[in-house]
């Protein structure tokens, strides 16, 4: 079979430099051409030596032509990069927020800016394929979900989808620091960052209509969610702790504790990144992987659902789901180029 | 005024080291004794090589005739220790957790064992100073709050105080892997801890019902506590996160975050080691000191408070607390001893 | 092709389970048995929770019958183990210390035990493919290589055996704590090795003689060496920074930095995993894979050769070389199941 | 005794800020006048909440008026202030490089300047406590020592005194990320600082020539130096790690390692920082403290002298020594406001 060709808009931040490094050991593709802004000109593996001897590629300003797009640039920016590509018949995975929120009113509020296409982002699907594997495989245009939102979504989504809880829900996150990014900020500077935790965006998160939007797309009832990042000092990983009050219906059952071990295990069955594990997960199981650790507890002396789930924020959180994405929309396997194993330690 | 002689039960715990490591600088005492087991008969700077020319103490396996012990063995062995000093009339702060639940009962529940002196645990005061100030003045015997709860407790109490929550509080707390003590474990292990982020003792953590009687002792009713504690890979410090619904009385205020700022200013105006913050506080701001920094927000979105409060664990969370305690109780000023500012970065 | 049944031999220890997680991936091999002490009878992803989904191996006591074997175990104990399944006709990768040594009496003086198996450790090929890949093609035995050998061997090699340097040899080097390994000690708990760096064995390290013998072998002289190993905090990754002076031959020369620097590239030319790089390497660089970055510096003002070299210390300084080798013995692709890159951030 | 009114020049780096920390509580001085750029105008607490409640000050653009000064700016820039500031009548500590190099001319080489005032460059003082207290006694203008140099110099300077080392010296340096400074780079932004070593500077790092003057003024010939700096990742602390071969005459002494302990022992026998240890020091074992670590060994199989020594790079290496200095240059005792010991764990 030919080598489908890819290239990435915008190599030079971590979630564009980790495609880079996913995509030149996938055996279906061929990565032919990569952008960015101030590294145009060099090579990449001269701007990231970790790619020393893997590719030969040299940054371009503009990308050449490729039959699959991956967009990793900032948002507002991409939407109209993206809008060209799919005008010209190129299939797209858009790392940014521009296609995610389907209320195109949600960008003047969260974003900041008036969606230049609504019409796109009515075709646009959300690229989380545990929900919407279908309509991926056949979308032009998928919109990659946030790193939040993938760990948080894939916590609660069986017990908001089955009503298990009710529709008020905390979520708690920890994030490593590459979850914030490549640019240059005096918060992700080492010596602030090192030995220090801190909670931030408590006037509301980006990532919180995203995660709202899919939760009530799965129950019945608009779903409330009060959504805090913290930073944690490690590189990768996001760990979500999520807490909902259960139904008076379910807090009725005999062993509340293995009948949502045993749902959410059959939620997930078919799952090939997804795995509900017996006992809180560490970030770093699933660190370097494009897998997802959940693991639902009852505290029945509260009458609580407590979630917890385990990604690595480039990976799941962002590249490995964009690829998992193209597999998808591309025919192949969906592990394809996925299937290395997390790190340890 | 001719110095009191202190003595230190357990020296070779990370609380037992910081202990002795602020004594030696504290100028109204004298620290004439340290016990340890393993070590006993080591220079204790010798043991601990930072302490290298402040102190030419040599560990002891019994303690030797003091006016003021600090007891910092773990929990069950402590009591013992305490009621042998308490009848020789010690007065003494115990870290340990055998004084610091009211309800005997408690002990077997959750420590298990059953308490050897209910009598000399009803006089036990708990020594949270921002609670407890008057009592622990006049006390023998105080029991120094458990690093989690005193995080927590000082983050919840103006709001259960003043009725502003109702009474089912979720807290969220990441600690420093110094919390979890210096007995070798594999999840305290270098190459397991670091890079990694997890939730541990969601069945329930022996922090849970010394946070829920205080919080209750302080509101009308009691309050119902869900506790996730997390480990962040760092040495030092605990950050709290807690979320609880606003009464609805509250939510019909004006404008609730200034209210609520102002309570909470308010209620710690006085208090020499609680700052409250007009921004999500760092774990990093009161590292190496016994600060504790507090921000209230309300999320009025979501009808919701959310409380942060950072500590460093062994300090206001363990050795500082305790010598505040000893401060009051033996007349110094509060802050002797304690007036090192938070090392940063 | 049938895939060769492999197993290794204390799968419990940090340089045993990366050896799993590697193999498992690994196209040519089935890994059918892993062996452990204290963990025998357990499921190997129960006690790794990152191979869940990987593997439905259980942790036996003895290795059952495999076609090739990889011995993790502890120096002195590995020895006799893997003499009985060398002589079962077993081909081994030995990642003990156990055969690296050629002259049977370093091991009374550097591991205080006499060797059971002089001739077998006469047989037994030093497992540094970049030095002994026709040896070890047609070995039985192989001893793998130490970690910081691995580093300083491949950083120094190319200057010895050109006789560019003195052969008095400075090698500083600084490793993660996984090199410590996963056995319980306060030097590698986490709150005393974080934020801390340290160095150690300055009175002898047992990879001193396994660099000299081997540098040695490769100059015409006896090279003498000083080495010192440090502790950094990070999990993984070796820096190690050489010094040697300069022979006055090599001093005349014209530009000295353009001569080292292309004698280093054609030494290191047809190499897969070695890498001659332009600029001092980071440990990130080689992170999550078996690459080794060498950079080869004329400090011209003191007439000093310097050389930094990189490597992960579980892969190509453990368990990655070991497959290295494995696969060299057995007639794959020398990279085969070793093509990740490394990861970064 | 009245107080003395002091000041800081740039207070927004670290060096800055870490002087503000030890100045709030030195029992001798007012701090007075702090001075930022980007700052100006704000509170100092607020731009470092670490300081809440312990400063009132606001950040200027100018010094107001002062008794003593220190300036943190950075080279080149720091000297026209200094000069200005001398020139008044005012004391000065400069922290920057600008006074510390004898040769006007090294200044045009090193730092690509033309020193402004070789006049004043002949009357400042090296302030290095342990070698040149008198003179620093009756300074006007004290340069303070940088950190790598302090640890070095430290290191060394028995072993040069005494002639018992070759003049021909390697320093081995790791840092923590705080000694590359406050201002944004890509190599100290946390994602890609943590979990990586890598050696910097190889040719030429400023800090060379001032390591080599201050060793050649000590022996009887010029030393030469070779320096190579490393980042660990850690927040503070330098372990310098130092090669020098012995001399024949000593290689002759029957105990030598006695021998050399011995001279060290009483080279910094009345030194209230400096304590010649027995193991090999932790970076943690001095960590926020003035306090340096020296630990010399020697290596009989090599005939070389190792030491290794240990600072915390902003307060010995910066902030500390600068008081230091300022008490000696003041009358006040040596250690005054530098006696917290280090912080541990």
New interface residues.
Partial sequence: MEKIKVGILNVSG?AG?ELA?LL??HPGVQLVSVTGRSTAGKKLAEV???????TELVIESELSDVDFAFAAMPHKESAPEVIKLIERGTKVVDISADFRLSNPADYDEWYGFTHPSPELLDKAVYGLPELYRKDIAGADLVANPGCYPTGAILAMAPAVKYGIAED?I?I?S?S???GAG?T???G?????????????A?K?HRHMPEIAQELSFLGEEVV???F?P?L??????I?S?C?ARLRDEFVTKEDMQAEITALYKDFYKNEPFV?V?D???????????N?C?VYP?I?S??G?L?V?SSIDNLIKGASGQAIQNMNIMSGFAEVTGL???????
């Fill in positions: 971590y430099v490094r030149v050991c990231f030596p970790h790619l020393a001897g893997l008020d905390i708690d920890k490593g620091l590459s490549r240059l900020t005096i992700t500077h080492y010596a602030e960052a090192n030995e220090d935790t801190t909670a931030y408590l509301g409330n969610v009060t805090v913290h944690v000092p490690m590189t990768r990983g760990l702790t807490y795995k594990v006992a809180p997960p560490h970030s770093k199981n699933t660190w370097g992987s897998i650790h507890f505290d002396r509260t609580r407590i917890v299937d290395s194993p997390p790190i340890y330690p």
